[in-house]
């Protein structure tokens, strides 16, 4: 039983249409994060929730938003996709906002043509 | 500001060599670091860290030690294996809500 999953693992669009990546964790855990990883495989931290509200904002442009339903789930929407956006999209949670800890999901790889 | 540096990759390695990645860091205050390890395919996940100065973190026959007069935490092996073979990233926490701080990731690849 997979403890955090996103989906979809691979996502190939246009430049200019908006996507969704969804992710859910069964851990149990408050917080959960947004992660981008680049072709150098670098990975920066974009957003965190912490039992549904907002935490961290780093600086990402708003075409990317984040929706929370509930602690168990963060979705991550892009709107007007560009070719920059092209990437690996990680998933990852830990038992609190200190995030000593963080599970990782297997990734999403959006590929934006 | 917060920073990780990493040693660049790729490094190739025999089976059984004695591997070493360095990272140095850069942080005010007291951070806690990590190494996590990115298997071909996969998400990160958590190889081992060390929350204070001198304190060894271990897994698998990896370690690492926290050096705060060098702010150092380099990854060593005494003997690595091909399943080993994956990109490690040295990275810290220091009090900002779980902002992980990642260095640019070391390639390792073990042939036999």
């Known amino acids: 039983d997979t403890a955090v999953s996103q989906t979809p693992k691979y996502l190939v669009t246009q430049m200019g249409n908006d996507k969704s990546i969804k992710c859910e964790q069964n851990?149990?855990?408050?917080?959960m994060y947004w992660y981008k990883q680049d072709s150098k495989k670098f990975l920066k931290i974009m957003f965190s929730?912490?039992?549904?509200?907002?935490?961290i904002n780093e600086t990402v442009p708003n075409r990317f938003s984040p929706k929370s339903p509930d602690k168990a789930h963060l979705n991550l929407h892009i709107n007007s996709l560009e070719l920059g956006d092209s990437a690996v999209y990680f998933c990852?949670?830990?038992?609190?906002?200190?995030?000593?800890?963080?599970?990782f999901g297997a990734g999403t790889r959006l590929s934006v043509l | 500001g917060n920073s990780v540096t990493q040693m660049e990759g790729p490094v190739t390695l025999s089976e059984e060599a004695f591997l070493t990645i360095n990272c140095t860091y850069t942080a005010t205050g007291y951070p806690s670091l990590f190494w996590y390890v990115q298997y071909p395919g996969e998400g990160l996940q958590l190889l081992l860290k060390a929350t204070k100065a001198d304190d060894k973190g271990s897994n698998k026959g990896f370690e690492a030690t926290y050096r705060k007069e060098t702010t150092s935490f380099h990854l060593e092996k005494g003997s690595v294996q091909v399943s080993d073979s994956a990109v490690y990233f040295c990275?810290?926490?220091?009090?900002?809500?779980?902002?992980?701080?990642f260095g640019q990731g070391t390639e390792l690849s073990v042939k036999p």
């Open positions: 990852a949670s830990s038992q609190d906002s200190g995030g000593n800890i963080q599970y």
């Open positions: 990275a810290l926490i220091n009090n900002q809500g779980g902002k992980l701080i």
């Open positions: 851990l149990g855990h408050d917080t």
């Open positions: 929730y912490n039992n549904k509200e907002l935490i």
